[in-house]
């Protein structure tokens, strides 16, 4: 599973202090010109995931929980990446989501 296959939700968790349920997408992709189009197919899935209740199907607990998408990349981002995906913030944001995003060294 990964940023690759746009048709699967990676990983689906609860975090046990906020209570958010958590979708992470796994991002190993360098950057380059093919990935902010990929990373945005799967940003998308996600985002219809929660909104077409297919979420909610999938795990019941979750239904009137806040989500979280979360993004872990391999690589630093570039400029480029951090400008789209503080806009993506925003607009998930809209949907009553957050959007989270790491690069995986930062976790150490």
Do not use: C
Request: charged residues 30%; proline residues 5%; glycine residues 6%.
């Amino acid at each position: 599973m990964s940023v690759e296959d746009p048709e699967v939700v990676d990983f689906i968790g609860t975090d046990k202090i906020t209570g958010r349920v958590v979708l992470t997408i796994s991002d190993h992709l360098p950057w380059d010109n093919d990935h902010l189009p990929v990373l945005e197919k799967k940003i998308s899935r996600y985002v219809d995931f929660v909104t077409s209740g297919q979420l909610a199907e999938r795990r019941p607990d979750a239904q009137g929980k806040p989500v979280e998408i979360s993004i872990v990349f391999k690589h630093e981002l570039s400029d480029e990446a951090q400008r789209i995906l503080k806009a993506a913030q925003q607009d998930i944001g809209k949907l009553g989501m957050i959007l989270t995003y790491h690069a995986l060294d930062e976790l150490k």
